[in-house]
């Protein structure tokens, strides 16, 4: 079958397109958009020899899904590099790892269904203590609401999965393990940028990259050490089946390295990804007068003054939407690579890729196809996300989960913990911006966040 050519813009030789600025490292979502405009549904770019093709139409993309053809690749992208603190643990494990199925076996049953909804009252215990916070600030105060929900996220992924309390709320700064985070975050995303023999010379940049591993390294040896000083008496949280779980097939539990791995990886990606959805939320929200004042008069039918419970959480069906279409706009992890089965594949019937590229299922621009959102796609309009509206959404077109076996494992726990917090924040306070001028800037690691956001939580008249 004749093929077309990727599009791709000029490169240098030999480095490609290293050093022509077409990608912004501090920014690389906002040089994909602009890439995207210029080059279309997919294109071509090269660094160093490696071939990374971006696919960000759901025709293509819908192929790119296909388990049968396409898989995970982690060889060549930054996720081998964040191996380095991460190793084997879920996110960064390789296709078809031994220990990756032992752990996703072991794992899985931690966030079923009836687990999800045994954790409402840890997420409730946390998010009290966001809300207390914010009353204390009173309506004059303005702040950055990212950074308490990036307490938020890391303090419940901690007491849910972990039993641990790392008590956020109570500490003037972050805790040390999110410092280290994202410096090692961003660090490993610019070693993908550099030639090795330059990376070789930066020998504090290296230091203090081996001393945030460390740093990480030593929190999740705490967490082991506090749970075998005070064990669960039975309760079955993600921790307890990491040290005790056995794999139904092999018969084989985590070895001590593959659990350290796990914590790191948990508390990695159960808490930055669910910190930036709650605050590209509440920036839509803002930026949405109609949308806000229709999800306030919501919560009000549905809670009312009453303490919130787990039965309230499926009334709130235009909530949800808001979710939904708040992480179309902002998927904070806005990219997934995968690569051919087989030596090469040809998608769209006009491309061929090769198993030796790295494809990149680009998720932000995705989530703004013209062919799938409409004229609109850049509007925040959360009624297209209700019921049925959603439910009949092509296949592939809404990828925020990532797909098929690698997809996120914590979506429902992040899910119900972000509802929690939406319905309760907007039951107790008014939100507005601290600059009405505000435009959204984003702050990128490996996630994405609002860059500068400031708001004030007026407490409301007779709130609970
Ligand atoms: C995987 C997004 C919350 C743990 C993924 C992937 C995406 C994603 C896109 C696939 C990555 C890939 O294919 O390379 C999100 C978003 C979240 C969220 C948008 C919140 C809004 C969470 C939470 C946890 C978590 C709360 C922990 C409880 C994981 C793990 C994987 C994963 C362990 C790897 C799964 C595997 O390959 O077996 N997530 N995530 N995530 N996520 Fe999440």
Redesign the pocket.
């Known amino acids: 079958m004749t093929t077309k050519p990727i599009p791709s813009p000029p490169a240098y030789p030999l480095l490609g397109h290293a050093g022509t600025g077409v990608v912004d490292p501090t920014n690389s979502q906002g040089s994909f958009r602009l890439l995207r405009e210029k080059y279309g549904e997919i294109y071509a770019l090269n660094f160093f020899g490696r071939t990374i093709v971006l696919v960000s139409s759901q025709r293509l993309v819908n192929e790119l899904c296909d388990e049968k053809r396409f898989h995970?690749k982690v060889e060549g992208s930054v996720?081998e590099v964040v191996r380095n603190g991460a190793g084997d643990?879920?996110?960064t494990?390789y296709d078809g790892e031994e220990n990756?199925g032992i752990a996703?076996r072991v794992l899985m049953p931690a966030f079923g269904p009836s687990q999800i909804i045994g954790m409402f009252p840890a997420m409730l215990d946390i998010n009290s203590q966001l809300l207390l916070k914010w009353e204390r600030f009173g309506p004059d105060e303005a702040f950055d609401p990212t950074e308490d929900f990036t307490r938020l996220a890391f303090d419940t992924?901690a007491l849910c999965?972990m039993s641990y309390r790392f008590n956020s709320f109570y500490h003037q700064d972050m805790p040390p393990f999110i410092g280290a985070m994202v410096r090692f975050l961003i660090e490993s995303g610019m070693k993908m940028q550099r030639p090795k023999i330059l990376q070789s010379w930066m020998t504090n940049t290296n230091q203090q990259y081996e001393a945030d591993i460390k740093l990480m390294t030593d929190v999740c040896d705490q967490i082991v050490s506090y749970r075998k000083a005070h064990p669960t008496e039975g309760k079955k949280d993600l921790l307890s089946l990491m040290l005790e779980g056995k794999d139904p097939r092999t018969g084989r539990g985590l070895t001590d390295t593959n659990i350290r791995n796990q914590l790191i990886?948990?508390l990695i990606?159960?808490h930055e990804?669910?910190s930036?959805?709650l605050s590209f939320t509440l920036y839509h929200l803002l930026s949405n007068p109609s949308a806000y004042a229709t999800l306030q008069r919501e919560i009000d039918t549905v809670l009312g003054k009453e303490a919130i419970t787990v039965h309230h959480l499926p009334k709130l069906e235009y909530t949800n939407a808001v979710l939904r279409e708040s992480?179309r706009l902002n998927?904070?992890?806005g990219a997934?690579?995968v690569a051919p089965v087989a030596d090469s594949e040809i998608i769209g019937g006009e491309y061929e890729l090769r198993k030796s590229w790295n494809c990149v299922i680009h998720?932000d621009t995705l989530h703004r196809d013209p062919a799938v959102w409409g004229e609109d796609a850049e509007e925040f309009r959360p009624e297209r996300m209700l019921g049925e509206k959603f439910d009949k959404l092509p296949p592939n077109s809404w990828k925020?989960?990532?797909?098929g076996a690698?997809?996120?494992?914590?979506?429902p726990?992040?899910w119900q913990e972000?509802l929690m917090m939406l319905a309760t924040l907007f039951q107790r306070f008014d939100i507005r911006f601290d600059d009405p001028s505000y435009h959204l800037k984003i702050k990128q690691t490996l996630t994405t966040k609002p860059l500068g956001f400031r708001i004030h939580a007026i407490p409301r008249q007779g709130a609970r």
Do not use: D, E, V
Request: charge should be positive; include cysteine.
């Open positions: 995970k996720l643990g879920l996110f494990a990756w996703h992924i999965a990886t948990f990606a159960g990804t669910t930036g959805l992480i998927p904070p992890a997934i690579g998720i925020p989960f990532g797909n690698r997809a996120c494992i914590g979506r726990l992040a972000s």
